[in-house]
């Protein structure tokens, strides 16, 4: 993480309500991938930290026992409790607004500790000695993220490609050139490197699972407007009083770039990389 930049907590605040909308989903074998193997067996506990939505945690969460989200963002964790009752797991999950820096904050240990696209918001150090102690005997570590080696062209789907480049641009124009995070920005962006993190705090590793996705997806106008909202660099709060005005921007940019005002995106595979407690010839 660039030295400069301090964590505060308007780092996601408003992007909760565009988040499910707007973040393409993890791979449909994420769930079945992690639960072979693991050797998930529906018992033990799991503890998802930097959690948002719960969207990992819920898609895992007939796989354990028990299964706690933490996450600093009030926003987010409602709309886990919500979609947690709305899938029927509302009885094994638990929602916990800490930041991951202050854990263990009395949550026990636990069978398998989940980073989804999270562990750069943090003092990864720290977070990764912390939850390494958490971990029973046997336990795994698992940090989740895109796969960023595919070719997710959209040539030969039926509408054209989301235009990135210029959402940026207009993005740009907003809040300025530097990368906007919470109150600070972030001029070289988020760290990178787990691999070397996580073998400094004596995690075994790393098995890597690539979840194979690439299915067509159709995105609408307000997909796409969700999107860019659910981002920590255009968050809605960041644009202050021209909010709307961006917002107006960025539909007329979508709709001229797609008559229809549907888009063409590809489901990207996902990414698991597997740390382990103890060496590989343990079993969980």
Same mark, same amino acid.
């Given at each position: 993480?660039?030295?400069?930049?301090?964590?505060?907590?308007?780092?996601?605040?408003?992007?909760?309500?565009?988040?499910?909308?707007?973040?393409?989903?993890?791979?449909?074998?994420?769930?079945?991938?992690?639960?072979?193997?693991?050797?998930?067996?529906?018992?033990?506990?799991?503890?998802?930290?930097?959690?948002?939505?719960?969207?990992?945690?819920?898609?895992?969460?007939?796989?354990?026992?028990?299964?706690? +989200? $933490?996450? =600093?963002?009030?926003?987010?964790?409602? !709309? &886990? /409790?919500?979609? *947690?009752? @709305?899938?029927?797991?509302?009885? %094994?999950?638990?929602?916990?607004?800490?930041?991951?820096?202050?854990?263990?904050?009395?949550?026990?240990?636990?069978?398998?500790?989940?980073?989804?696209?999270?562990?750069?918001?943090?003092?990864?150090?720290?977070?990764?000695?912390?939850?390494?102690?958490?971990?029973?005997?046997?336990?795994?570590?698992?940090?989740?993220?895109?796969?960023?080696?595919?070719?997710?062209?959209?040539?030969?789907?039926?509408?054209?490609?989301?235009?990135?480049?210029?959402?940026?641009?207009?993005?740009?124009?907003?809040?300025?050139?530097?990368?906007?995070?919470?109150? +600070? $920005?972030? =001029?070289?962006?988020?760290?990178?490197? !787990? &691999? /070397?993190?996580? *073998?400094? @705090?004596?995690?075994?590793?790393? %098995?890597?699972?690539?979840?194979?996705?690439?299915?067509?997806?159709?995105?609408?106008?307000?997909?796409?407007?969700?999107?860019?909202?659910?981002?920590?660099?255009?968050?809605?709060?960041?644009?202050?009083?021209?909010?709307?005005?961006?917002?107006?921007?960025?539909?007329?940019?979508?709709?001229?770039?797609?008559?229809?005002?549907?888009?063409?995106?590809?489901?990207?595979?996902?990414?698991?990389?597997?740390?382990?407690?103890?060496?590989?010839?343990?079993?969980?």
């Amino acid at each position: 993480m660039d030295t400069d930049w301090e964590w505060d907590e308007s780092l996601f605040s408003g992007a909760a309500a565009h988040y499910r909308r707007g973040r393409l989903p993890y791979a449909p074998g994420l769930a079945d991938a992690l639960t072979e193997a693991l050797a998930l067996d529906g018992r033990g506990r799991l503890l998802d930290v930097g959690c948002g939505p719960g969207t990992v945690a819920l898609t895992l969460a007939h796989s354990f026992g028990e299964v706690v +989200g $933490v996450d =600093p963002d009030s926003g987010m964790l409602t !709309e &886990a /409790a919500r979609d *947690a009752a @709305a899938a029927g797991v509302a009885d %094994r999950t638990r929602w916990v607004r800490i930041r991951a820096e202050e854990l263990p904050a009395g949550l026990g240990t636990f069978t398998v500790v989940t980073f989804a696209q999270s562990f750069h918001w943090m003092d990864r150090d720290l977070v990764a000695a912390t939850v390494r102690d958490m971990l029973r005997p046997g336990g795994a570590l698992v940090h989740i993220s895109d796969l960023k080696t595919e070719d997710l062209s959209v040539v030969g789907l039926p509408h054209p490609a989301v235009p990135q480049e210029a959402i940026g641009e207009l993005v740009r124009r907003y809040l300025g050139p530097v990368r906007r995070a919470g109150r +600070g $920005v972030l =001029p070289h962006g988020t760290p990178g490197g !787990e &691999a /070397a993190v996580f *073998a400094r @705090a004596g995690l075994h590793g790393p %098995r890597r699972l690539a979840v194979p996705a690439g299915q067509a997806l159709e995105r609408t106008v307000d997909d796409v407007v969700a999107a860019v909202f659910s981002l920590s660099s255009s968050t809605p709060h960041l644009f202050g009083a021209h909010r709307d005005a961006f917002e107006a921007d960025l539909r007329r940019l979508l709709k001229a770039a797609s008559l229809s005002g549907r888009f063409s995106e590809r489901r990207p595979s996902t990414e698991a990389v597997v740390w382990r407690k103890d060496p590989p010839e343990s079993t969980l």
